[in-house]
């Protein structure tokens, strides 16, 4: 079992950054994938970015260039860095997390782009 809390959402203006994270625990060696998805009111859940246990990444494409995922090993936690933040960003981030034939996931946490 694993378990994913997010945190660091929030309200902020466009064109601001905003840095989640997300902190895994339980049986975390089985993880081979980790990310973020986020979903918009009415909307379906989108892929925002990925990191793999080799440290490969890969973003959506309307985050390129404004969005680093990163994977602290350590601390067992994969934050994403979210610069020049658009209204259409706003919804909720939801983490997940990887093993070999299951996708955990994270409550979500809100984010909200506005002025």
């Known amino acids: 079992q694993v378990q994913l809390v997010e945190s660091g959402g929030g309200l902020v203006q466009p064109g601001g950054s905003l840095r989640l994270s997300c902190a895994a625990s339980?049986?975390?060696?089985?993880?081979?994938?980790m990310g973020w998805y986020r979903q918009a009111l009415g909307k379906e859940r989108e892929l925002v970015a990925f990191?793999?246990?080799?440290?490969?990444?890969n973003y959506a494409d309307s985050v390129k260039g404004r969005f680093t995922i990163s994977r602290d090993n350590a601390k067992n936690t994969v934050p994403l860095q979210m610069n020049s933040l658009k209204p259409e960003d706003t919804g909720v981030y939801y983490c997940?997390?990887?093993?070999?034939?299951?996708?955990?996931w994270g409550q979500g946490t809100q984010v909200t782009v506005s002025s």
């Open positions: 997940y997390a990887n093993e070999k034939f299951r996708r955990y």
């Open positions: 339980g049986s975390i060696s089985s993880i081979n994938v």
């Open positions: 990191i793999t246990s080799g440290g490969y990444t």
